[in-house]
């Protein structure tokens, strides 16, 4: 089965085909700008733009920035309001005439580390964090994911994590890897302190950097790049279609059945 990953970001939509067991895409990967705004439409049109690159598949994975529960959007931070609560995997499925899977972007890459990445074979609660236009977050408690929780949205410092310590506030206010470094430290020992994982794992479009600022990080849990960078939403989201086969808009993902 011919399982095509989409993956809706901040600033971009990407998708290919996957080879879902052996993890990787068969083509390269097609990237169209995230709409402004990024409304329903707009977006369902973007989503449509990247399938229409490619032929073969039988189904399609999406990923979404927000809370998804059986397919419907239930948050929105950041991408347009009009995504509260709108049926996505119907509407996605309705467009491409395939049957579609939607889950949250971070736990489709976290679900993609530990199904083939850094999180492979990890047992006990490992966290994946995506740095981006915000700061994603996925949990694994023995491969298991525990979707939709938004940890980004901690408090830090008075305010929203993902307001201090996005890559999106790093170049917004011009920081230097330093100083931000020191904000992603602070965030990380927030979450240590309130649920001790054993494995933090860091993705989004810094990790290709991240020989510029992980060394700067000094906390008690291991930290590692995702080992396959900005590519496991693609994946995981390709990985979730195959194991939803049959629930439209479910999310169905077990990393662990994969090690």
Do not use: C
């Not at 467009?95 to 990445?117: C, I, T, W």
């Amino acid at each position: 089965m011919a399982i095509l990953g989409i993956d809706i970001g901040g600033s971009g939509v990407k998708g290919a085909p996957v080879d879902t067991v052996r993890g990787e895409l068969l083509a390269e990967r097609h990237r169209v700008p995230t709409p402004q705004p990024s409304d329903v439409g707009a977006v369902v049109d973007a989503v449509a733009e990247v399938a229409a690159q490619f032929d073969g598949f039988d189904r399609v994975g999406v990923t979404f920035p927000g809370v998804v529960v059986d397919g419907v959007t239930r948050t929105a931070a950041n991408v347009d309001k009009s995504w509260i609560d709108a049926p996505a995997a119907q509407l996605f499925s309705e467009r491409l005439g395939k049957p579609v899977s939607v889950l949250n972007d971070a736990d489709a890459a976290g679900a993609a580390e530990v199904a083939f990445g850094a999180g492979r074979d990890q047992r006990g609660l490992t966290m994946m964090l995506t740095f981006g236009t915000g700061i994603g977050s996925a949990l694994f408690q023995d491969g298991v994911l525990i979707p939709n929780t938004e940890l980004g949205h901690l408090e830090l410092d008075g305010g929203d994590a993902e307001l201090r310590a996005s890559d999106r506030a790093r170049e917004l206010e011009e920081l230097s890897w330093e100083k931000w470094a020191g904000r992603v430290q602070d965030y990380l020992r927030h979450v240590e302190m309130l649920l001790s994982p054993r494995l933090f794992i860091v993705g989004g479009g810094v990790s290709k950097k991240s020989d510029r600022w992980l060394p700067l990080i000094e906390i008690r849990t291991p930290i590692v790049p995702a080992a396959l960078l900005n590519n496991a939403g693609i994946i995981g989201a390709a990985v979730t279609a195959e194991q939803a086969h049959g629930r439209p808009g479910a999310i169905a993902v077990d990393a662990a059945a994969r090690s």
